[in-house]
């Protein structure tokens, strides 16, 4: 028997729902900052000069791509999936260490582009560790922290929902594009 409480026991199905969506919103928002302030510095840390230029319009393209894919995909299924089962084994956990927990996790599903890219030669590891393995972790970890200060104060939840509004109208709008330009054929 473990010695931490079940969540379903102390908090309602529905209030556990309303904070996966609240924590959604968080880690879209700061997913969005995290990873231009990441790119930025993954320009910066790239070693594509022996490629006239060509490398960093590369590792622009990829982390777009790497960028529209986790909004629309991997983060809401992560923070409904993944989260909600980290919400649930550190919920008598101290905060730091439940955001500790919550950072790790994002890392680790960072790590799994960061290392593809990697291993494909498409991004040195500094710039990989900047662009694709400290945003979703950092997202994480900001998800965390922000959902109990959300939950009770509904401005900040709609205040991170319209800052969440960027990045997924930004990705719709990539999406769509691609659809337009390849149908103008």
Same mark, same amino acid.
């Given at each position: /028997? =473990?010695?931490? @409480?079940? +969540?379903?026991?102390? %908090?309602?199905? $529905?209030?556990?729902?309303?904070?996966?969506? &609240?924590?959604?919103?968080?880690?879209?928002?700061?997913?969005?900052?995290?990873? +231009?302030?990441?790119? &930025?510095?993954?320009?910066?840390? =790239?070693?594509?000069?022996?490629?006239? *230029?060509?490398?960093?319009?590369?590792? %622009?393209?990829? /982390?777009? /791509?790497?960028g529209?894919? =986790?909004v629309?995909?991997?983060?809401?299924?992560?923070?409904h999936?993944?989260?909600?089962?980290?919400?649930? $084994?550190?919920?008598?956990w101290p905060?730091?260490?439940?955001?500790l927990?919550?950072?790790?996790?994002?890392?680790?599903?960072?790590?799994? =582009?960061?290392? &593809?890219? %990697?291993? !494909?030669?498409?991004?040195?590891? @500094?710039?990989?560790?900047?662009?694709?393995?400290?945003? @979703?972790?950092?997202?994480?970890?900001?998800? !965390?922290?922000? %959902? @109990?200060?959300?939950?009770?104060?509904?401005?900040?939840?709609?205040?991170?929902?319209?800052?969440?509004?960027?990045? &997924? *109208?930004?990705?719709?709008?990539?999406?769509?594009?691609?659809?337009?330009?390849?149908?103008?054929?």
């Amino acid at each position: /028997m =473990s010695d931490t @409480p079940d +969540v379903e026991a102390t %908090v309602s199905s $529905k209030e556990l729902s309303r904070r996966a969506w &609240i924590a959604l919103g968080v880690a879209e928002a700061a997913f969005g900052l995290f990873a +231009v302030l990441g790119g &930025i510095g993954a320009l910066y840390a =790239s070693d594509a000069a022996d490629l006239q *230029g060509w490398g960093d319009l590369g590792l %622009v393209v990829i /982390m777009l /791509m790497t960028g529209v894919a =986790s909004v629309l995909v991997a983060i809401p299924l992560a923070v409904h999936t993944v989260g909600r089962f980290t919400v649930r $084994k550190t919920q008598g956990w101290p905060a730091r260490r439940a955001g500790l927990a919550h950072l790790a996790v994002g890392l680790a599903f960072g790590s799994l =582009s960061g290392a &593809i890219i %990697v291993a !494909n030669d498409l991004a040195s590891i @500094p710039a990989a560790l900047l662009a694709f393995v400290l945003p @979703p972790g950092l997202a994480g970890l900001t998800a !965390n922290t922000l %959902v @109990p200060y959300a939950a009770r104060h509904r401005w900040l939840a709609v205040t991170a929902w319209a800052l969440a509004a960027v990045p &997924i *109208g930004l990705s719709l709008y990539a999406v769509a594009t691609v659809f337009i330009i390849g149908q103008a054929d």
